[in-house]
């Protein structure tokens, strides 16, 4: 863009004004209902993640043999999309968060210093374990990356209906604890900055 600089982006910056994929303004109780997100047309979120899986293995057998897949990021991209506008989130956001949670590397688990576990894509945290098994999802489930990328829309959409619809709402996916939160921030603008996203 000619002589024009790139602004990079400062901690006391506002947000990014992305358009908003979901025009839906949630209802005033959605913090306290069941996250029904999880659900498409009432079918539990680990049937469509089977049936998701077994089209992207379905595909992978219909490609020309010597075709090589050069990242495992590939694998959440017919995902990110259907699950942004599914939960009413924004895809680049989405896909920052699970570019710094794991590098888009769908089979990570981490161990925490305080016992817990974060596993898959999204380094989904094993507090969440216990309810995300009422809809039939399992923590060897979220090492799919259809699932991870679901599961990670869904709880971004939850923390920001409880933090708001800024930075810190954004980072809360990751910790609501300023200090963890402002670290947070600070990476997923730098990925935006990275792929082009935010300038």
Known sequence: MGSSQRVQPQPGDPPPKFKPMN???PSRNATRQPPTLLRFNRLPLAAIGLCML???????HRQAPARV?????????????????RHGVNPHILRAILQVESGMRPHVV?????????????QINSIHFRELAQWGITPDRLLDPCIATHVAAWHLKRVMLRHGNTWFGVAAYHSATPVHNQRYQALLRQELVRTGVWR
């Open 69 to 85: 897949i050069p990242s495992a990021s590939l694998a959440a991209d017919p995902c990110l999309m259907p699950a942004a506008q």
């Open 23 to 25: 025009s839906r303004r």
């Open 54 to 60: 077994s089209w992207a293995q379905a595909s992978a």
């Open 110 to 122: 981490s161990r925490n210093r305080n016992g817990s576990i974060d596993v898959g894509m999204a």
